[in-house]
Structures are given as C-alpha cells and as structure tokens.
C-alpha cells in the first residue's frame, strides 16, 4: 500500500458527461502529480500542484483541470468527455516540490468513456 | 530536455532465465534515474532508483540496475526470473518538474 488513495477504482460514463476524479496524497506530502495512462499514448504527465499551487503542466487537454485543495486532496475533472479519454489517470505524491525524491503512486481510477 | 527510451515492448523469459530489460535516456543535465514496476491492475511500485554515487543499484525484489554514463543506459536485470515477476516495466528520468516516463516493457514469465 503505497499511501494513496485514488477514488473511484472504476467509473464508466457516456460521451459528453463530466467527472472528477479524487486523490488523497501520502500523509505529510504536498506535491501530487496526475498522469494518464493509455494503451497508444503511454504514461503521460498531465499536471503537478504543490501545497494548493499549480506548478507544471504537460499535455493536459484544456477540457480537463484539477485543483489542490487546503487539505492536500486533490480532484482531476475532465469534461466533455470523448471515447479518446478512456484511459487509466493515476495520481502520484512526494514529500518536496520536484520530484527528484521517489513519487508514491495510486492505484489508479480506470475510465471507460462509452 | 530528458527522454527515455525503452528498447522491447515484450520481453518473454523462462523461469529462472536472466531477466534483462534495457532503457537508455537523453539528459541535458546529471539523471536521476527510475524503474517501476506495474501488476495487473495495479498501481506503479519503485523498483530502485539511482540518484548519485554507486552505478550499481539494487532494489526490491532480487532487481538491480547499472547507470552507464557512457552508454546513457540504466538496464534492469535480475538473475533468475520468478513467474511473480509477470508485469510490466517503466524505466524513469527525472524532468525539471516530473518524472518522464518511458513506453513499458511487458515481461512473460513461462515456466
């Protein structure tokens, strides 16, 4: 159990919905990174906060945001959703802002947009 | 900027053969290097990591990794595979702000 907590495990919803999808970093860390995970894309980086800030962005659609709440959860939403968004969105948390230091990952929420 | 290159989607291997897989990186600048490994329906788990010092790494699970600055590789290998050993494999370089994955390589066990 690496510490983080990814809610929900599964979620399956239509083209053109929108959800959110919930991270709850290790206790004491405050970096949590979002990446995607698909079957032609690979594990790609989408966006990074730290202690409520954003601090990077990768190929993050503009369709999809996250915020980085005061209790260090953080929540992922993505919008207008396509059948292309069907992937699985891990969340990862370290201890420091860069992430030099080893990343803890979740287990993932697996989305299946029909 | 930094890259990594995963050589092999694919890799099969009998029990008890030597597991080799190999990642090479592109770096501007000194790498701290990863690999992870991915369980069916599972979360990504640090395997090791090198970030200065010995080049020769070890990790969990009997796995160690070699950083080669000439060759700009960090291959992964272990001695003798174990059929728990069935999932799939990242090698990592550390970005200015997030760690830069590689494709994967999925390693079959066969008994």
């Known amino acids: 159990d690496s510490g983080v907590t990814q809610t929900p495990k599964h979620l399956i919803t239509a083209t053109g919905q929108r959800v959110t999808l919930r991270c709850s970093p290790r206790?004491?860390?405050?970096?949590v990174y979002w990446y995607q995970q698909s079957l032609d894309q690979g594990l790609q980086f989408l966006i990074q906060?730290?202690?409520?800030?954003?601090?990077a962005k990768g190929n993050i659609l503009e369709r999809f945001s996250a915020q980085q709440f005061p209790d260090l959860h953080s929540e992922l939403n993505l919008s207008s959703l396509e059948l292309g968004d069907s992937a699985l969105y891990f969340c990862a948390s370290s201890p420091l802002l860069d992430s030099l230091t080893e990343a803890f990952f979740g287990q993932g929420t697996r989305l299946t947009v029909v | 900027a930094q890259s990594v290159t995963q050589l092999g989607s694919h890799v099969s291997v009998s029990e008890g053969a030597l597991v080799l897989l190999r990642c090479n990186y592109s770096s501007s600048v000194p790498p701290y290097l990863f690999w992870y490994v991915q369980y069916p329906n599972q979360g990504l788990q640090l395997l090791l990591k090198y970030t200065t010092g010995a080049t020769l790494v070890k990790g969990i699970n009997g796995f160690e990794a070699e950083f080669k600055k000439s060759e700009t590789s960090f291959h992964l290998t272990k001695p003798s595979a174990h059929m728990s050993d069935a999932a799939e494999y990242f090698c990592a370089v550390s970005g200015r702000d997030k760690l830069i994955f590689g494709t994967g390589t999925r390693l079959q066990v066969f008994p």
């Open positions: 206790s004491g860390d405050l970096s």
């Open positions: 906060y730290y202690n409520g800030e954003e601090r």
